[in-house]
Every structure is written in C-alpha cells, then in structure tokens.
C-alpha cells in the first residue's frame, strides 16, 4: 500500500512538473517555451497578457479569432486594404519579430512610406512592452511550420533570435 | 466579366441620331487630343513572345514557333482565341501558359503544339498578363481586368485570388504586365513585379502589399537616415505593355513601353533605354541575359548585347 501511494505521488509530482515546464497557454495552440520574441524567450504571463491587450486593441479589426475583416484581398471603398488575418491564413508570419513590431508601433505608413492604410500607430496607445506581449500572443497561435518559417525571416532580418 | 467597350450597330438602323453624331465627335476629339499611351487601353495589345529554351513562341495575330533553323513553324493555338500573354519556365521546357484576351488561361505542355484550357475558378474577363513563378514552376499568376492577382500552384488548374489591383493616382489600376523576379523581399519570398498604365509597381509574393520599386528589400525603407540612392524611374505615365526579368540574372529587367525597349540592371531602380521603337511585347533568354527579343511596330527585332544593337528578325 505505502510503495502504491508513494508511485503514485511520484507521478502526480512528475506530472505537475511537465505542466508547469509545457506550459499550454490560454488561448494559443503552443507552449510558451516554443515562442520567441526578437531572440528572447516569451512567457506564458506575456502571453495571456498578450492576449488581453489583443482583444481590447486589435480584436475590432484582426477579428476575435485573428481571423481579418471579411473578403479582407477585396479593396476598401477608400482605396485602402481592409485588416488581414494574423492567423497562419494571413502573412503575418512573413514579416520578421522586427517588422512586426515596427509596423504595430508606427503603422504600416512607418515601414512603407507613402503607403495609406487604416491601421493606427500604436507607439501612443502602448508601451513597447505591451506591443511585444500582443505579438507574442499572436505568435503563439501559428502552427509549427509558420512558426519556423517567421523565426528565419526574423532570424535573417538581423537582430531576430 | 465581359469588355463593355465595344458597341455595335443595329443592323436597321442607318440613321444617326444628333445626340450619337455629337457624342462620337466629342469623343472623336478627346481621343485625338490624348497622348497614345492614355488612349490604349490597360493590356490592351494582343502580342506576346517568350523563349521556350531556345526556341521562340510568337503571337502576334497568328501563332508561331521558331524552328531552330531561321525559320518559322506555324501553330493552330488555342481554341479560345487572341493571345495577350504568354509565359514559359525554364524548369518546364515545353510548357507555355497563355492568357487570352477573350478570358481564362491555356496551357500548352508541347511547345505550342496542343492547348488546354486551365480556367477552372478563374473570373470570366480578360486575362492582361501572366507570369510563372521563378522559384516554383507550377505557380502561374494571372493578371484579370477588372479584378485583380490570381494564382494557381498546379499548373492552372485551380486558382484563387491571391491580391486585389494596386491603388494608384486615387484609383484600382488593371495589371498589364507581370514578371517573376528571383530576389529575396526579406519576408520568405521573392517579388512579383507588375507593369500598369501608370507605371511600374510589384507586390511581395506573401502578398501584404503592392509597393513603389525601391533600392534594397522592401524594409530597408526603415533606414530611412540613409540618403537616398539615385534612381531613374521608367517614363511617367506610360502603359508598360511587357515585362520581363532574366532568369539567370533576375536583377536584369527588359520593359516593352511605346517609348521603347528600357532595361534595368538593379531590379527596376535605374532604367536605361535601349531602343526607340514602339515595343509591344519582349522576352529574355533564361540563360543568356543579353539575349532579348521584341515586338514592335516596326517588326521583330533582336538583341545578343543586352539591348546595345538590334537587329531585324525575319520571320519567313
């Protein structure tokens, strides 16, 4: 019986251990300990955090479930491209952690200049910290392949993991 | 979709209302007073020619194939009628995607020889351009008037819309041109560059957005404290006709404009023109840049030096 009880606790012990070690984030389809943000580890508190922040600030556009506006290929009536998905559908994951940042910051006129698009700058709305934990949140959601993908575009845009 | 902009007669009538004979004047007089290259409509010229290995494929009202010999082999061509494009593959010898100003994409796996239609989910409007991807053989992309950027990963026979038309001048612009070129956008692809009635544009092939030709991968104008590399643009406003870059160069671009044959030696930054005579279509050896051939009104003509002297080909 006390060799049964003490198996027993052995694993429960080793069980929580792997929880605690895998952390499986709300939300997201990946450990935490798979998602990198410009070469650095992300939390599962970033996450959740990321998360949060994603559905007061980008939820409106991006979609609840990252998923864009509808017909989002389809021009606006304005000329400009309504808001793409940042699920693995879109190409988000083929912007670098660099551009990503970039682009959420100062808007996608910061990056490409001259280009018109409804997307807000968001360097007055969030901190840099605030911005890197909605990205990693959204990063958190790709598959493998697009998240491997992402990580050797960041990687060769310099100063990426 | 189908063109609107050719009216026809009612057989009975032989009458000219007042209201017909003074709006065809005035439209008479606003064409006369445009520059040509505002009068051709976007994609409008059905010529086309593209290197399948080193044979030439020509279509230019009829359909013709180079015989290796100086001489010319005529081909039936596809069912569906007047060719506005045609792209091959060097990865593919054999294999010639067409688009057609009546509609939809054909596709030929034996030089010309036998076509199939490979339209499957395609709009029903004009083709204006198409492209094979540089890096991968089977994705074709289709330029459609009116509508936008199709793509297709097997060889035509299914597609789906890959971008909407580029915004330019405070409106949608047909695409009139496509080119693959092989150089990294630095976001995991290379770029499809697009010629319009206004100009040059190319979108990445992840397709974000379509964006201006600069120096550099489409982030470097985050290093906007640099000064700004010299460029020459192609003409303003002119309807690029065709667009090409050489597979074995991908940084060397040849553009058929009614200005002429240019070519750029930096992906489109700095254009040079090589030729005066109204061009209509070009293409490029896959692996002898310097080797490009041309429609233009004047005939075809043929350049070994990239564009510094031309000759006429006489096609028997």
């Not at chain 2, 026809?8 to 007042?18: V, W, Y």
């Not at chain 2, 409008?44 to 290197?51: G, P, Q, V």
């Amino acid at each position: 019986m006390r060799r049964k009880v003490i198996l027993l606790s052995v694993v429960a012990v080793a069980s929580l251990a792997a929880i605690a070690s895998f952390a499986q984030v709300q939300g997201g389809n990946v450990r935490a300990a798979d998602v990198t943000f410009l070469g650095q580890p992300v939390t599962a508190e970033q996450i959740v955090r990321g998360k949060e922040i994603y559905a007061e600030n980008c939820a409106s556009c991006h979609g609840a479930k990252l998923e864009g506006q509808p017909d989002w290929k389809r021009r606006l009536e304005n000329g400009r491209m309504p808001a793409p998905p940042h699920d693995e559908s879109g190409h988000t994951w083929h912007h670098s952690d660099q551009d990503l940042f970039a682009i959420t910051k100062l808007g996608v006129g910061g990056v490409v200049p001259g280009y018109e698009s409804d997307m807000l700058a968001f360097g007055d709305i969030l901190s840099d910290e605030e911005i890197a934990a909605v990205l990693a949140f959204i990063k958190s959601t790709w598959p493998e392949r697009q998240r491997d993908v992402q990580a050797r575009i960041t990687a060769s845009d310099g100063d990426g993991s | 979709m189908k063109d609107t902009s050719m009216t026809t007669t009612p057989r009975h009538s032989t009458r000219l209302s007042r209201r017909t004979f003074l709006g065809a004047m005035a439209t008479g007089a606003g064409l006369i007073g445009l520059p040509f290259s505002l009068r051709a409509a976007p994609g409008a010229t059905d010529s086309a020619i593209a290197f399948d290995s080193d044979e030439l494929i020509l279509a230019d009202g009829t359909l013709s194939r180079s015989d290796g010999d100086g001489g010319w082999i005529r081909l039936s061509g596809p069912a569906a009628g007047g060719i506005r494009s045609l792209a091959t593959h060097p990865g593919r010898p054999g294999r010639i995607a067409a688009g057609l100003a009546g509609g939809g994409v054909t596709l030929s796996e034996d030089g010309g020889h036998g076509w199939e239609a490979r339209s499957q989910g395609l709009p029903d409007a004009p083709v204006t351009a198409v492209t094979v991807a540089a890096a991968e053989p089977d994705t074709i992309y289709a330029a459609i008037r009116g509508d936008g950027l199709w793509k297709s990963e097997n060889a035509g026979r299914s597609w789906a819309l890959a971008m909407d038309r580029p915004w330019l001048a405070d409106a949608e612009r047909d695409l009139t041109a496509l080119a693959s070129v092989d150089l990294a956008t630095g976001m995991g692809g290379i770029w499809i560059y697009a010629g319009t009635e206004l100009g040059l544009t190319r979108v990445p092939d992840c397709f974000c957005r379509w964006q201006d030709v600069q120096p550099g991968d489409a982030m470097d104008a985050l290093a906007s404290g640099k000064p700004a590399p010299s460029e020459a643009p192609l003409p303003e406003g002119e309807t690029i006709n065709a667009l090409v870059s050489a597979s074995s160069l991908p940084t060397r671009l040849y553009a058929a404009l009614p200005s002429g044959i240019w070519m750029s030696e930096d992906a489109g930054v700095v254009w040079s023109q090589k030729s005066n005579a109204r061009a209509l279509a070009v293409a490029v050896h896959a692996t002898n840049a310097d080797h490009v051939v041309a429609i233009t009104r004047d005939g075809l003509i043929e350049s070994r030096d990239g564009g510094a002297n031309w000759t006429a080909l006489v096609r028997a």
